[in-house]
Antibody
């Protein structure tokens, strides 16, 4: 079964750090771009960051640039998001998602169940 | 960066046809993909590319595109189709950024 399972969420104080993990199974992890997408309570989806198959390219939404770092370990079939200098506005459910890219299509075809990150004092 | 605009809310009578739209400059270069999200659940891809449905998605869901506007059409809406729907595409700025629309809440009456 193709599956993504996130972990590492929790309550953290403003300015603190958290590392999210995403374990992939059921597919060749090293063949896909991977992304983190978040959803603040009651709000819409927001793409956060993505990483190329070999980790050589990484992209971030402007609001997290310089604070968040996406990485992957293909030997462990795992995706990570290191979040530093956390702010209240980073409070959200964070989803790990597989990117399906063909020509002019860039879709997220597999999603994890999400992990909640709450930034509050 | 690009933006994608969706109507916040749309309603449809049970069994009728509804179209949900998504507008943005990036759609002149990239196809939109569409996601269904029910409360407390992760999003599910329903349409991608020109008009492709993943396995398990009913054929009442279809997609189309013209100029800077993409549309998701549900033909014969069912009660279980009541959900939030989001579009997304690659950002048109030339990098590998991705952008989502703000979402449309679909109510089936």
């Amino acid at each position: 079964e193709v599956q993504l399972v996130e972990s590492g969420g929790g309550l953290v104080q403003p300015g603190g750090s958290l590392r999210l993990s995403c374990a992939a199974s059921g597919f060749t992890f090293s063949s896909y771009w991977m992304s983190w997408v978040r959803q603040a309570p009651g709000k819409g989806l927001e793409w956060v960051a993505n990483i190329k198959q070999d980790g050589s390219e990484k992209y971030y939404v402007d609001s997290v640039k310089g604070r968040f770092t996406i990485s992957r370990d293909n030997a462990k079939n795992s995706l990570y998001l290191q979040m530093n200098s956390l702010r209240a506005e980073d409070t959200a459910v964070y989803y790990c998602a597989r990117e399906y890219i063909v020509a002019t299509t860039d879709a997220f075809d597999i999603w994890g169940q999400g992990t909640m990150v709450t930034v509050s004092s | 960066s690009s933006e994608l605009t969706q109507d916040p809310a749309v309603s449809v009578a049970l069994g009728q046809t509804v179209r949900i739209t998504c507008q943005g400059d990036s759609l002149r270069s990239y196809y939109a993909s569409w996601y269904q999200q029910k409360p407390g659940q992760a999003p599910v891809l329903v349409i991608y590319g020109k008009n492709n449905r993943p396995s398990g998605i009913p054929d009442r869901f279809s997609g189309s595109s013209s100029g800077n506007t993409a549309s998701l059409t549900i033909t014969g809406a069912q009660a279980e189709d009541e959900a939030d729907y989001y579009c997304n595409s690659r950002d048109s700025s030339g990098n590998h950024h991705v952008v989502f629309g703000g979402g449309t809440k679909l109510t089936v009456l």
